[in-house]
């Protein structure tokens, strides 16, 4: 059973940096899409950075160039590093596991099967 287990986050002014980590276990996949999600009160879930086993990464076009998603094989911990936070990146942020695929644009929550319990990052201005 794949468990993933997100820690990191908690609370920045505006323009300050945090990294998420995100440590995953009983992934055995060769082939898969590592996500990071995140969802605002009263705003849907939205998808913001992902990692293909390839190592191909996307994101969306409110974090490129602040945002940074990356994968340590070896420790199976998947990381965002976020620069110049901003009040409006405030949120739970969750990684999530789509195996046996590749990732596609934009992310779908629906089709990741595994996920975190979610970490809070809060941006004051």
């Known amino acids: 059973q794949v468990q993933l287990v997100e820690s990191g986050g908690g609370s920045v002014q505006s323009g300050g940096s945090l990294r998420l980590s995100c440590v995953a276990s009983g992934y055995t996949y060769s082939k898969y899409c590592m996500g990071w999600f995140r969802q605002a009160p009263g705003k849907e879930r939205e998808g913001v950075a992902s990692?293909?086993?390839?190592?191909?990464?996307s994101y969306v076009d409110s974090v490129k160039g602040r945002f940074t998603i990356s994968q340590d094989n070896a420790k199976n911990t998947l990381y965002l590093q976020m620069n110049s936070l901003k009040p409006e990146d405030t949120a739970m942020y969750y990684c999530?596991?789509?195996?046996?695929?590749?990732?596609?644009?934009?992310?779908?929550?629906?089709?990741?099967?595994?996920w975190g319990q979610g970490t809070q990052v809060t941006v004051s201005s």
């Open positions: 999530a596991a789509l195996t046996r695929d590749y990732c596609h644009w934009p992310l779908v929550s629906a089709n990741f099967a595994y």
């Open positions: 990692i293909d086993s390839d190592g191909s990464t």
